[in-house]
């Protein structure tokens, strides 16, 4: 069966089976997703910040929808501003005039002798943007270029954890209703790709409903 139309069954059945919205973030995007985008408008979204979308990500844009019900409070929308009346991203959110530049980490960072300013530069997340808020100051990016394109790792600075890769065991920890306890400097596991992280939500949100 086509991975898209696995997601999208499965997000139908969560939707039934969470109508009290139990899941956490639910209550923010109700499991709706917006309007897909058409190729021309994600081909003049690749020319104007001169990138190429990761393939995955590009085809659940065009056949999934354009943000919406996802992890954490749900998927940004590209494309569009923040409304104000949505959680709000990190500045990166808002731009992105550093989205072509080379994402460059393959391991988990944290530098806490940095100055602040320093610390929560977007330099560390350029090749990237913001795609999910967790809550907490805890965003999990997409990134767009470089070795780790098309992975979703987390921006953590926030609580002083660093930057770190998106692994079965921080989905395990923030996709799961009771998770074992999660220590991100101890997370060196290799980043889900787009498909396997919005995955692990919907499996794990569905184990979470059933078990209510």
Not at 100 to 111: M, R
Request: include cysteine.
């Amino acid at each position: 069966m086509n991975k898209l139309l696995q997601l999208k069954q499965k997000l139908k059945q969560l939707a039934i089976l969470d109508a009290t919205f139990e899941v956490f973030g639910s209550e923010s995007h109700e499991y709706q997703l917006n309007s897909c985008l058409k190729d021309v408008d994600i081909q003049a979204f690749e020319t104007q910040y001169q990138i190429t979308l990761p393939n995955e990500y590009r085809c659940f844009l065009l056949e999934v929808g354009n943000g919406g019900a996802g992890p954490g409070y749900g998927l940004y929308k590209i494309l569009e501003p923040i409304c104000k009346n949505e959680m709000v991203a990190t500045p990166s959110q808002k731009k992105y005039d550093i989205i072509s530049q080379t994402f460059s980490l393959t391991q988990a960072w944290n530098n806490l002798d940095l100055p602040k300013d320093a610390y929560l530069d977007d330099k560390f997340i350029q090749g990237a943007f913001v795609i999910a808020n967790y809550g907490c100051g805890i965003y999990a990016l997409l990134v767009i270029t470089g070795e780790q394109k098309g992975k979703i790792w987390i921006d953590d600075r926030t609580n002083d954890s660093g930057i770190y890769p998106a692994s079965k065991n921080f989905c395990h920890y923030f996709h799961d209703l009771e998770p074992d306890d999660f220590m991100s400097d101890d997370d060196d596991g290799e980043p889900l790709s787009f498909y396997d992280w919005y995955e692990d939500w919907l499996n794990r949100s569905l184990e979470q409903v059933s078990q209510v």
